[in-house]
């Protein structure tokens, strides 16, 4: 049942105008980077299974890091980690730039870039989430508008980078990256926010045990990472490098690009329409959204002509900027304020950590069954985790609530008192 929508408040204040930029930049060259890491690998003879270790390297890196980058988020402030983020990624982009442009770059190094830059993003992630309610006073709102924004950079991203590798080289692309991160470093450097204050007593042990405690209280939250472990095992993980292999044979270079532009052309759309409805059980809504997300293996699978292969990729991304807008929104306002740095590493960790297993695994199993064949399963298993989205009661169940409680006091909800009962068994 979808609710009435508020009065809009005012949202596109100097600091979320600020962070709006930072955030677009950033994920701008995010999308950028997986393509062109994946065309110039393939392209120099490196492989499926290369590409596979290398952006395996980045996520598993991500992974292991990103619990302890929310630790710090909570303890200091995330600004200024997410600052160093984006400067230690502008370097190593310019560096990995530099050597594609001089030569021959061995994978070593580009494996290690690829570890370092994971380690960077695991510092930059946390803050991503928590900031939002210190730039924005509706947080459904502004993440419907980032959304938006970050399907509109996962459109041009791509496209950019499909079309710099095919017409110039990989050296252009990754200089690019480098550039737009450069320029989310600006922007978070410009942000006033109040003051962060928190408790530095406890030790980080402390705060990890905490952080855990919330994460593991809430069925919802640790239900939904469960089914998004398999989700990044079976098709998130070997979803780019085996369709860029499927795509890039059947149709050239720069149709992986043009497809994945198409994903982000549907999140755009997806984000616009959850600016507008607000379920109010959201992510029993998210859930019927993702049972568009299949039709992405499902393409890259099939490889039909080219506009029908971009628009399944763009009904997908529709499905799944839905679901994305209703999971960021529901954690930011189910999680108190002066713990959401720590849950949201948890999050963030649990749905990603299989997500370089994935990919790494990718080539090998390539090589066994095929690469369409593990396409094709990957659309079945996405199917199946959509089924479990909507059929495990405490995510079906979860009210909408309107903003996050502070420090353990009571959150503001947009319940009726019919709800409460259905409250207390989400959790």
């Known amino acids: 049942m979808a609710l009435p929508v508020a009065a809009p408040s005012r949202l596109w204040t100097r600091n979320f105008s600020l962070y709006f930029t930072a955030r677009i930049a950033s994920m701008l060259g995010d999308t950028m980077i997986p393509v062109a890491m994946s065309v110039a690998m393939l392209s120099l003879g490196y492989g499926v299974s290369a590409v596979g270790f290398a ?31 984006d400067a230690v990624r502008c370097v190593i982009m310019g560096a990995l730039g530099a050597y594609f442009w001089l030569g021959h770059p061995p994978l070593w190094f580009i494996i290690v870039v690829a570890l370092l830059g994971g380690t960077a993003t695991a510092m930059f992630q946390p803050g991503v989430s928590s900031l939002v309610p210190q730039v924005a006073a509706d947080p459904q709102q502004a993440n419907g508008v980032l959304r938006v924004g970050q399907g509109i950079s ?74 998004w472990w398999f989700l990044g095992v079976f098709v998130w993980g070997p979803l780019t490098p085996l369709g860029a292999a499927s795509i890039i044979d059947a149709h050239g270079k720069a149709a992986f690009g043009y497809a994945e532009s198409a994903f982000g052309a549907g999140c755009v759309l997806g984000g616009l329409i959850a600016i507008r409805l607000r379920a109010s059980r959201p992510l029993l809504a998210g859930g019927l959204a993702m049972f568009l997300f299949p039709l992405m293996p499902l393409m890259a699978a099939l490889v039909p002509a080219l506009p029908l292969l971009m628009l399944g990729y763009g009904v997908s991304g529709v499905g799944w900027a839905y679901w994305g807008v209703q999971w960021a929104t529901t954690v930011q306002t189910q999680i108190p304020e002066d713990r959401l740095n720590r849950v949201t590493a948890y999050e963030i960790a649990g749905s990603i950590l299989a997500v370089p297993f994935g990919q790494a695994v990718a080539g090998p199993a390539s090589a066994l069954f095929g690469v369409r064949q593990l396409l094709l399963v990957g659309a079945v298993i996405s199917l199946c985790c959509a089924i479990a989205l909507i059929a495990v009661p405490p995510i079906r169940r979860l009210p909408r609530a309107l903003a996050a409680p502070r420090r353990g006091g009571v959150r503001g909800t947009d319940q009726r008192p019919g709800d409460v009962c259905a409250a207390k068994e989400a959790r």
Do not use: K
């Not at 988020?73 to 600004?79: E, I, L, N, Q, S």
């Not at 690019?176 to 204050?197: D, Q």
């Open 55 to 85: 952006l395996g390297a980045w996520m598993g890196a991500f992974a292991l890091f990103v619990v302890f980058g929310g630790v710090l988020a909570d303890r200091f402030h995330p600004r200024p980690q997410m600052i160093g983020a």
């Open 154 to 227: 996962t459109m041009a991203g791509p496209a950019l980078a499909g079309t710099l590798v095919a017409t110039t080289s990989a050296a252009t692309v990754f200089a690019s990256a480098a550039a737009t991160f450069a320029v989310s470093g600006i922007g978070l450097v410009a942000l006033r926010l109040p003051r962060f204050e928190v408790d530095r007593s406890a030790s980080t042990l402390a705060n990890l045990r905490t952080g855990w405690h919330e994460f593991r209280s809430r069925s919802w939250l640790w239900g939904g990472i469960l089914i």
